[in-house]
């Protein structure tokens, strides 16, 4: 029996094309826990926002944490609501505007 694919949320995609074009940074976790690791990245490097840390668990985990002027966020949630980070909007495409369609001649009377 075929598996049902699951839908891709067209928002979330266009979150994970942006993230794609910030800088990021691939780091170990090494003893400490994945976020407190990122923290600890941050601050030894001085880090500018925005930015994207991937930290390593182990050979098969990685965690990504997004870095932002009001804090640490999950990669996942940024890519879900990246129109609520201020400091993405310079990496987002820019927004077409629709213009109505002009009435042709001959339909005023």
């Known amino acids: ?10 928002r979330r995609q266009e979150g994970r094309r942006i993230l794609e074009i910030v800088p990021q940074y691939s780091i170990e976790s090494g003893e400490d826990k ?5 923290r600890k990245h941050i ?10 840390l991937i930290v390593r668990r182990n050979e098969h985990t990685t ?3 997004f870095w932002a002027e009001k804090g640490l966020f999950g990669a996942q949630y940024v890519e879900e609501n990246h129109f609520l980070f201020p400091s993405l909007r ?3 495409p820019p927004v077409l ?3 109505p369609a002009v009435m042709t ?3 005023d009377r």
């Open 34 to 38: 994945p976020v407190t690791a990122a």
């Open 63 to 65: 965690d990504r944490y």
């Open 90 to 92: 310079e990496f987002q």
């Open 1 to 10: 029996m075929a598996r049902k694919r699951k839908r891709k949320s067209r």
């Open 97 to 99: 505007s629709r213009v």
């Open 105 to 107: 001649a001959g339909t």
């Open 43 to 52: 601050g030894a490097v001085g880090i500018q926002p925005p930015a994207l």
